[in-house]
């Protein structure tokens, strides 16, 4: 009896542990198995399925996670840290620093890096067991359950390592990590979690990385300051840089003393967050502290320099490096020739690898000419590309066809298809043939200067030599004939490809539709876009939509429809936009009808419609003087969900002034405004009514408008003055005026005077009077100047 109640102890305290990754259907399922079974199960799962079958826990990929470590809690102190003003707190870590406890921790764990004894491992027939396990998670269930947990007990540490590191998904690994942990009798070994977190460290599950950290925290297993870098490296991954940075204030509440690669990894963090100043102020703490900067941590500042454009500072850094004694390596000059190259600030680049040479000692050998070649022909720099690239020549160098290629793709892209086709000859004078990408980009070049002629020759020629054509060569030379209107030409080469042994593939098929489409060839076009369904390219919806807009401007929205039809038949990607586009089509030819009933298959077709084509379908309505059904449109549209836009109240207000529907107008206004509130609705409305001449409603409408004394509103009544100074009325305009003062609101001091002139010739010189004496109280007119 005291065994068992023991045991039911342990259990209870087993289940209270891991209670977060239940439902409370499976703690029910618990308290319900019977006392008499008294050998204690290997696993929680194990246990509550053992005395219900048909209720099985979820398998490890579904696993819930704690309430403590849910997103949205993540995410609102994500944003309340980046709310918080940027300060040193970071760097409090690193009074830590202990240097003789460092070195002990160094030497102690050099045995402990994982090497290549897990490519070994990856073979054991228990790891691929498991793996082949783990890929079995779609058909999960109880036995295959079990058969994982009696490997995991054979399993050594680096054979679980192997086992996470062969996952393809890391997501996968990190639920196989989960679950191996709540196993009863297992716990994993610390080389496996620094696998894990090395592992999260090269992907953006930075939330899954943190939860491994803490894991090691309440599993008491020794955290290094590697652990703490792996975990900035997943946020720095997300983009999260900020709450990469706090996890340097996690490190100093755990009491774990920082290195140096915790250090470059902060530096790296800031460089990449833009926060120069700040990874130079901790460069400066780490120093004092006692922690020498090496060469990664200062390419991080030089590279972080070069992104603001301060290369004559990043310049000063490397010579404070050779100075202190941590000589920069290739890599630190390179990130400055790289800016220089984009700067095209050439003497400057000279002075750099004359400084490498001299001041550091290192040569600048083969791939240094080409990094700097390279450089330059990116940029568009082809004539200083070809200097160096003779340089380099000189010096006794073999520049490869990659390197000419280059500086053959910027002399197109810059225009200069002479000095191309003189590069490439040079090519084959120096045995170093052309391949098909040097090719490719001369046939783009002559394609974009409209040379189409001879880059048909350049295509024949790469025959010649022995280098056949691909489909990048021939969709470039089908752009050209289709950018010089000779589309019906392209569309036969294309149908020759079998011929000349290449395929088109889907980007072919779209240069030829569009070039069909632009000259007015429709029918040709939809011809093209039902062929490349049949090899497998689909066109994407926006190609699709300019096609559809083409031919409704043709006033053919049926053949428009009928085309939607066939692209919906043969699997191409239609949605709510190609239906809106044919519905505006057969608004804009006046065959409503045709229009609703497009609208209807929306719905079968299961696209909903957006607030755009509702939009559309109440201004069409709204025209043919169809308010009712175009009220039921809005009315649906509101109980959608769906939410107004700008357009749609002004398509909305427009159609219902036109036909003096105000009272219907206002009760829909209402509705939307509940939906999505839009400042400057009455104004529209006002506006509008003036337009109409329908100033008496437009004058009980003013006092929604005078509610804010916005400058808008002061506009609006403006226009309303004016109007009925058009029609020769003045008093109304004088008490719009008198309501705009009440409300603090100065009416336009011009337009006022026309109305008190106005009032004055109507024989009402005491309103007139009144009006302008409101500008003299308020010391915006001189009395001089009131008459």
């Not at 992104?307 to 310049?315: G, N, P, S």
């Not at 892209?413 to 120096?430: H, Q, R, W």
């Not at 200067?449 to 024949?460: E, R, S």
Request: proline share 4%; net charge positive.
């Amino acid at each position: 009896m005291l065994f068992s109640n023991r045991f039911w102890c342990l259990q209870l305290r087993y289940l209270l542990q891991f209670r977060p990754f239940f439902n409370t259907n499976n703690i029910k399922n618990v308290q319900s198995t019977p006392t008499h079974i008294t050998r204690p199960s290997n696993s929680v799962s194990n246990f509550s399925s053992s005395s219900h079958p048909s209720q099985v826990l979820p398998p490890f990929d579904q696993t819930p996670i704690t309430q403590s470590d849910t997103e949205s809690e993540s995410e609102q102190l994500e944003a309340q840290e980046e709310a918080e003003e940027d300060s040193e707190d970071d760097f409090g870590v690193l009074d830590l620093f202990n240097p003789k406890k460092t070195q002990q921790c160094s030497s102690s764990t050099v045995n402990k890096v994982v090497g290549s004894d897990e490519i070994d491992e990856l073979r054991h027939p228990l790891v691929r067991e498991v793996c082949r396990l783990i890929s079995l998670k779609q058909s999960w269930n109880p036995n295959l359950e079990g058969q994982l947990r009696h490997l995991l007990r054979s399993l050594k540490p680096k054979q679980v390592c192997a086992a996470l590191r062969s996952q393809s998904d890391e997501r996968n690994a990190l639920s196989f990590f989960y679950w191996a942990d709540r196993q009863w009798r297992y716990r994993h070994a610390p080389e496996v979690y620094d696998t894990m977190l090395d592992i999260l460290s090269k992907t953006r599950l930075c939330q899954g990385s943190k939860r491994v950290l803490r894991l090691m925290a309440r599993r008491g297993v020794e955290r290094r300051p590697e652990a703490f870098g792996c975990v900035m490296a997943s946020y720095s991954r997300a983009g999260k840089l900020r709450s990469a940075m706090r996890v340097l204030n996690l490190m100093q509440k755990a009491g774990c003393a920082p290195d140096l690669s915790i250090c470059n990894t902060a530096i790296h963090v800031l460089v990449m967050a833009n926060r120069l100043e700040k990874a130079l102020r901790f460069l400066e703490r780490m120093q004092r502290v006692g922690i020498a900067p090496d060469v990664i941590t200062y390419n991080c500042l030089i590279k972080g320099y070069c992104q603001v454009h301060r290369a004559d500072d990043a310049l000063e850094l490397i010579e404070e490096m050779i100075h202190g004694g941590c000589y920069p390596d290739k890599i630190s000059y390179y990130t400055v020739m790289g800016f220089l190259c984009k700067d095209r600030r050439i003497e400057e680049l000279r002075e750099v690898l004359e400084k490498m040479e001299g001041e550091a000692k290192l040569l600048a050998d083969q791939v240094t000419y080409s990094t700097v070649i390279h450089g330059l022909s990116k940029h568009g720099h082809g004539d200083d590309a070809l200097l160096f690239l003779r340089e380099s020549e000189e010096k006794g160098f073999r520049v490869d066809k990659v390197g000419y290629s280059a500086v053959v793709h910027s002399f197109c892209k810059e225009g200069n298809l002479g000095k191309a086709k003189e590069l490439v000859n040079e090519m084959f004078l120096k045995g170093c043939i052309p391949d098909v990408v040097t090719y490719t980009t001369i046939i783009d070049g002559f394609c974009r200067a409209k040379k189409v002629d001879q880059a048909k020759k350049m295509l024949q020629s790469m025959y010649k030599h022995g280098c056949k054509p691909n489909t990048v060569s021939y969709t470039a030379l089908l752009n050209g004939l289709c950018r010089s209107g000779n589309s019906l030409e392209a569309r036969e080469m294309m149908n020759m490809s079998e011929e000349e042994w290449w395929t088109p593939n889907g980007i072919t098929y779209s240069v030829v539709m569009h070039g069909l489409r632009r000259e007015g060839k429709l029918s040709e076009a939809c011809d093209v876009v039902q062929e490349m369904a049949k090899k497998g390219f689909f066109p994407t919806p926006a190609e699709i939509n300019l096609l559809i807009q083409s031919i409704c401007r043709e006033g053919k929205a049926n053949n428009a429809k009928k085309f939607l039809e066939k692209c919906l038949s043969i699997g191409c990607p239609v949605n709510a936009i190609n239906f809106t586009t044919v519905i505006h089509g057969f608004c804009r030819e006046g065959d409503i009808g045709a229009a609703l009933s497009l609208l209807d298959d929306m719905y079968l077709s299961n696209r909903q419609p957006d607030v755009v084509t509702y939009t559309t379908m109440i201004d069409a309505l709204g025209k043919k003087d169809r308010l009712e059904e175009a009220t039921e449109l809005v009315n649906k549209m509101l109980a959608k969900g769906l939410i107004p836009t700008p357009v749609t109240y002004r398509t909305v207000i427009h159609r219902y002034c036109e036909k003096g529907r105000l009272e219907d107008l206002l009760k829909l206004l209402e509705k939307m405004l509940a939906r999505k509130e839009f400042r400057t609705a009455y104004n529209l409305v006002i506006v509008k009514l003036c337009a109409f001449h329908n100033l008496d409603e437009a004058y009980k409408l003013i006092g929604k408008v005078l509610r804010t004394a916005a400058r808008i509103d002061a506009d609006t009544c403006h226009v309303l003055m004016e109007s009925y100074l058009k029609k020769g009325i003045a008093m109304p305009a004088y008490k719009v005026a008198c309501r705009m003062f009440d409300r603090n609101l100065i009416p336009d001091v011009k337009l006022c005077k026309k109305v008190s002139e106005r009032l004055i010739l109507d024989g009402k010189s005491m309103e007139g009077e009144a009006l302008m004496t409101k500008f003299v109280e308020r010391g915006l007119l001189s009395p001089k100047l009131k008459q």
